[in-house]
């Protein structure tokens, strides 16, 4: 099976960086995949990361390990547009193969003046 | 290109009343997936077409569910007898093959049972 583990929920305040993590259980790792949501709206996609290592983008990095099973997202010169819920997925082939994602019950993030 | 549509936003309908979503997924999307998210959760995987074919669908998926997609394009939910337990959000999303991007969302319907 897969478990996905994140913090339920981060506040931060304006300006700050703030790193949300994600672990995760899985049989067949193919990827992982965040997510912003704002309240009632549908999820965005943010990043992808196969391999290990930092990707950029933008205010945004994502970073994976699978030799740990962990990732985070980092979230640098918040804003308060940032304020939503960050859902860690990841792709595991025995289970969905390429087409299903499995999401975690995401982070919720609450940035303060 | 006006992303993924999804139809009615919101939904209440009484128990036991069955009930159709609609959505329409980018044009050039071959593959189309219907997710279910309750308060506080992440969404939770229910179905899976690649074009008109329905290659998947989730174990916790009751008889009461069905989906399809005629011609590959739009793609229907229907729920039967609804249940109280059947209030969340329903997400569609489509993705143009093996993407590594993941998929697109629409901004889903609602449903309220009552």
């Known amino acids: 099976g897969q478990n996905i583990d994140q913090p339920t929920e981060m506040t931060a305040t304006e300006g700050a960086i703030v790193q949300i993590n994600c672990t995760y259980q899985?049989?067949?790792?193919?990827?992982l995949f965040w997510y912003q949501q704002h309240a009632g709206e549908a999820p965005t996609f943010l990043s992808y990361?196969?391999?290990?290592g930092l990707e950029e983008k933008g205010r945004f990095s994502s970073f994976l390990s699978r030799s740990k099973g962990y990732s985070y997202l980092l979230l640098k010169e918040l804003q308060m547009k940032d304020s939503a819920s960050y859902l860690c997925?990841?792709?595991?082939?025995?289970?969905?193969?390429?087409?299903?994602?499995?999401f975690g019950a995401g982070t919720r993030l609450a940035v303060h003046p | 290109d006006t992303g993924v549509s999804q139809d009615p936003r919101h939904k209440i309908t009484k128990r036991g009343q069955n009930v159709t979503f609609r959505c329409d997924p980018i044009?050039?999307?071959?593959?189309l997936y219907w997710y279910r998210q309750t308060l506080g959760q992440g969404p939770e995987f229910l179905t899976y077409?690649?074009?008109?074919?329905?290659?998947?669908k989730s174990r916790l998926l009751s008889d009461r569910f069905s989906a399809e997609r005629p011609k590959g394009s739009f793609s229907t939910l229907e729920i039967q007898r609804t249940e109280q337990g059947d209030s969340a959000m329903y997400l569609c999303?489509?993705?143009?093959?093996?993407?590594?991007?993941?998929?697109?969302f629409g901004s889903g319907t609602r449903l309220t049972v009552v």
């Open positions: 999303a489509s993705s143009r093959g093996r993407t590594g991007y993941g998929y697109t």
């Open positions: 899985t049989s067949g790792f193919n990827g």
């Open positions: 990361n196969v391999l290990d």
């Open positions: 997925a990841v792709r595991d082939i025995p289970s969905g193969g390429y087409n299903k994602l499995i």
């Open positions: 044009s050039e999307h071959n593959r």
């Open positions: 077409f690649q074009n008109e074919a329905q290659l998947e």
